[in-house]
């Protein structure tokens, strides 16, 4: 019924879906323009990433702060919050990642992900394990109990800028600036498919709820693959 909105004005704005209009606004004030945006699975919560590196916990109900959580040193560049919306993974565009306790606002533990900037943070259905994806060209599933990482996802030629889960957690979609849009093999991290329209960047995607994958990019098109 409601949705976020967020520019590098650093204000948040909750919409209501039906007419547009303004529920509430969330300012950023000093954390300055917001970067990366996500809402908590029970819809109670949202955390934002900031340029300034910080990283915002806010209550949607009560419209206020939570927590204010100051910790990259860089711009952040991708937010996760878990299934249980009581943590989030935060990458920022030096490649560090960061996993909150967002309940009671404190880092639970910092590590050095990537050689460059970490985008496109998804956590898997057991709350356990995360992906990211990077300028550095990979794909990486890491092990949050152990901070280890499990799998790699290699084929992309270019910074690996989203992706996405399919619903039963078996396959994983990618877009990177390579121009590609690709769909992995979780169990095994083989690549199952690729996809190549020869029209530039791509920046976002999606699992349709019948399993086709949606990409956008550069080129202003939505595709249906």
Do not use: C
């Not at 529920?23 to 699975?41: D, E, M, T």
């Not at 169990?187 to 990409?215: H, K, W």
């Amino acid at each position: 019924k409601t949705a976020l909105t967020a520019g590098d004005d650093g204000e948040i704005v909750l919409r209501q879906l039906s007419d547009g209009a303004v529920l509430h606004v969330f300012s950023s004030g000093a954390n300055g323009g917001v970067r990366q945006l996500k809402i908590s699975p029970d819809g109670r919560r949202a955390v934002s990433g900031h340029d300034t590196g910080s990283v915002v916990v806010w209550d949607l109900e009560k419209g206020s702060v939570l927590h204010v959580l100051p910790g990259h040193d860089w711009s952040v560049s991708s937010v996760a919050i878990s299934p249980d919306g009581a943590r989030a993974l935060t990458g920022s565009i030096d490649g560090e990642l960061k996993l909150w306790d967002i309940v009671a606002g404190k880092q639970l533990r910092s590590w050095h992900g990537h050689e460059r900037g970490a985008y496109g943070a998804v956590f898997l259905a057991d709350g356990h394990h995360a992906v990211t994806g990077s300028g550095d060209y990979t794909i990486k599933l890491w092990d949050l109990d152990s901070f280890r990482e499990v799998r790699r996802f290699d084929g992309h030629s270019g910074t690996v800028y989203a992706l996405a889960l399919s619903s039963d957690g078996k396959r994983l979609g990618s877009v990177s600036l390579d121009g590609t849009a690709r769909i992995w093999n979780m169990d095994t991290g083989a690549e199952i498919a690729e996809f190549d329209p020869g029209a530039g960047p791509m920046y976002s995607v999606a699992f349709a709820a019948d399993g086709t994958l949606l990409t956008g990019g550069i080129d202003r098109t939505i595709r249906d693959w």
